[in-house]
């Protein structure tokens, strides 16, 4: 059996908490990478990172990506959405079929 | 450009050999490639249908929280929430599809979400609360299916590297050897033969 965890500042994280997370208060660049460390060996399935923590460490989530658990995803947090989490998907969306076909489909909708 | 080899019979037939290999490796990568796209983009429909619903509703968690902590004092609100009587587990199975191995999250809760008495908390938190809770299995099923996307993106990216060095590189590269030692074989015999025909002219003369 896993856990669950949540990387943010203490406002986002609250919610979160009486659902039975584990969450990881950050407040800044030290306390996020030691977060994240401690998360990797946590025994974790799922961390959520919330978009304006994930840049700071957004290497070490990288480094460990060739594992198979745990996965990290971004979450907006309490302030509002960065469009992190749409700005990866577009990077995966560029990296597999090496043009952006993200923005054409959202044009053809609007259009 | 090609290959440095003898320009034996031996070497032509090993290298015929090696092309038709090499042909069939790269249609078969092809195919793969193309299955992997079409996955990938019925996969990308959903993440990003689950995304958009995600930063929605997470919005109006927050929006609710925001409220029952306006309502509140934040000694109540801490002391309502404090100690969770709801535990959350997750079951991880394994999927594979295209040979990719992505991981399938099943979530497994116990108890309530509501760890707290009727006075002292306000109504505001039992909503946000409850939009957290209905919300906890898509941003696990999100989580889920992104990485299985981030993984196919790297499959795709590596097939499609393998796809284009046997297309541009290796298949030209022994066509042109193949090309290169059958002309020089083929020289060759045609020295032999008017080697022969001059010995036999020098012979007749005699």
Do not use: W
């Not at chain 1, 658990?69 to 577009?90: A, C, E, K, M, Y």
């Amino acid at each position: 059996m896993h856990k669950i965890g949540l990387i943010g500042d203490s406002d986002t994280i609250r919610g979160f908490s009486a659902l039975g997370l584990a969450t990881f208060e950050v407040m800044d660049r030290d306390g996020a990478v030691a977060a994240v460390q401690a998360a990797l060996k946590g025994g974790f399935a799922v961390v959520f990172v919330t978009e304006r923590i994930y840049p700071q460490v957004e290497y070490l989530i990288r480094a460990a990506r060739e594992n198979a658990l745990p996965v990290f995803t971004v979450i907006p947090d309490n302030q509002g959405s960065t469009g992190l989490g749409q700005t990866r998907l577009r990077k995966m969306v560029e990296r597999a079929i090496g043009v952006d076909i993200l923005f054409k489909e959202e044009g053809k909708t609007n259009g | 450009m090609n290959i440095r080899v003898n320009p034996t019979r031996m070497e032509l037939l090993r290298l015929k050999k090696r092309v038709r290999v090499a042909k069939r490796g790269h249609k078969l990568l092809k195919d793969k490639r193309d299955e992997l796209m079409k996955s990938f983009m019925s996969l990308l429909r959903d993440v990003k249908r689950l995304r958009l619903t995600v930063e929605q509703e997470l919005r109006l968690g927050y929006q609710s929280f925001l409220i029952a902590r306006a309502v509140m004092t934040p000694e109540m609100l801490d002391e309502a929430i404090i100690f969770p009587k709801q535990r959350v587990e997750l079951e991880v199975t394994e999927k594979r599809m295209m040979s990719v191995t992505a991981p399938v999250f099943c979530l497994r809760q116990e108890g309530d979400v509501y760890a707290y008495g009727m006075a002292g908390t306000s109504g505001e938190l039992d909503m946000a609360l409850g939009v957290f809770a209905q919300l906890l299995p898509t941003l696990i099923e999100l989580a889920g299916i992104e990485r299985a996307l981030e993984l196919l993106a790297e499959e795709i990216e590596r097939t499609r590297r393998r796809v284009n060095a046997l297309e541009y590189v290796l298949i030209p590269m022994l066509e042109d050897t193949v090309k290169s030692i059958s002309m020089k074989l083929s020289e060759q015999e045609r020295g032999a033969i008017s080697r022969l025909m001059k010995i036999k002219d020098v012979v007749r003369a005699k």
